[in-house]
């Protein structure tokens, strides 16, 4: 079982920055981020596998890198020219690899505004 606790969200103005973090209670493979607002799915953001590996989504390539330290088990997603449209909830995943076996875990959700 792997617990995961977010932190970094709140309000800020378009054009602006915020950084994202979620420590896990244990390894992971991967480590992702999603965002949902209210009435749609949740999307996801970006992702790192092992300690390189980077995907994102279109909507925030080059404005969203993401990172981790494997020492503390944290990610971050270092949010930059946020957009009116960057406005959710912001979560983290985590996937572990158990014999062949995916399993995800969450986290509570950091929300973020960006206002115009």
């Known amino acids: 079982q792997v617990q995961l606790v977010e932190s970094g969200g709140g309000l800020v103005q378009a054009g602006g920055s915020l950084k994202l973090s979620c420590t896990a209670s244990?390894?992971?493979?991967?480590m992702n981020w999603y965002r949902q607002t209210p009435g749609n799915e949740r999307d996801f953001v970006a992702g790192?596998?092992?300690?390189?590996?980077?995907n994102y989504a279109d909507s925030v390539k080059g404005r969203f890198p993401i990172s981790r330290d494997d020492a503390t088990n944290t990610v971050y997603l270092q949010m930059a020219s946020l957009k009116p449209e960057d406005t959710a909830t912001y979560y983290c995943?985590?996937?572990?690899?158990?014999?062949?076996?995916?399993?995800?875990?969450w986290g509570q959700g950091t929300h973020v505004t960006v206002s115009s």
């Open positions: 995943n985590a996937v572990t690899v158990t014999a062949g076996h995916y399993k995800h875990y």
């Open positions: 244990g390894r992971a493979s991967a």
């Open positions: 790192i596998i092992g300690g390189s590996s980077t």
